[in-house]
């Protein structure tokens, strides 16, 4: 073997080695890139409700409030919550560090509910939690799961994301 072909070896040796280091490098930034950005490809967990709202969880109404429903977004859990006068509450609890926010709700019409601070406006259906700042859209989450507890039999129906219905 000639130092030619032996240096010829060497370099397509190290050519090898750089490509394959830049491939594994390559899959780590992109693995790193979309892990922030992909949260829903990581297992979910899952949520229960019982005839309250979510179980161990502040999406919940109290023991002396008649639960109105519950819903879950990819983002938040939400249950609207009626007090023995009549009034409404907001519950909802943002998935990602589970913060609660409690507000006094009021009923719209077609079943929605809506809840202020100062400065967002949420409102709930069976179909979306829409969270605007006076005329601007904030946000707006499709329900993947809505509980209708003024219904006869109340049950856990999954939202048809293609035609936002029920069932």
């Not at 005839?51 to 002396?64: E, H, I, L, S, W």
Request: net charge positive.
């Amino acid at each position: 073997m000639s130092i030619d072909d032996a240096r010829a070896d060497w370099l397509r040796t190290l050519l090898r080695t750089l490509l394959a280091a830049a491939a594994v490098g390559a899959a780590l930034c992109t693995l790193m890139a979309t892990n922030g950005y992909l949260p829903l490809a990581a297992a979910k967990p899952a949520f229960v409700v019982d005839g309250r709202g979510y179980v161990n969880t502040p999406a919940r109404c109290d023991a002396a409030q008649t639960p109105v429903f519950a819903g879950r977004t990819p983002l938040s859990l939400i249950a609207i919550c009626q007090d023995k006068r009549g009034g409404y509450e907001y519950r909802g609890m943002r998935l990602r560090d589970r913060a609660l926010l409690k507000l006094p709700a009021e009923q719209l019409g077609n079943g929605c509910f809506g809840a202020s601070t100062k400065d967002i406006t949420y409102t709930v259906s069976e179909r979306k939690l829409l969270l605007t700042a006076k005329l601007r859209v904030v946000r707006d989450e499709a329900m993947l799961e809505f509980t209708d507890f003024t219904a006869e039999a109340p049950a856990a129906a999954p939202v048809d994301k293609a035609s936002g219905t029920v069932g």
